[in-house]
């Protein structure tokens, strides 16, 4: 199996997308998070997740 590495932007960073994706072992991050303030721009998510090795969703 394939292993994700996502970040979950503010329009789609729901807790239970996000659960349900690292219980299956996927690498998820979402917004807001301690590098990721609620209120970043679509720039600033893309830029911080690509940073980390990210795809963003």
Do not use: Y
Not at 9 to 34: E, F, M, Y
């Amino acid at each position: 199996m394939v292993k994700l590495k996502l970040h979950l932007d503010a329009d789609t960073s729901s807790k239970s997308l996000h659960s349900a994706l690292v219980t299956r072992g996927h690498d998820v991050t979402r917004t807001p998070n301690d590098w990721m303030p609620l209120d970043a721009s679509d720039e600033t998510q893309l830029l911080r997740s690509t940073a980390q090795g990210r795809c963003i969703f």
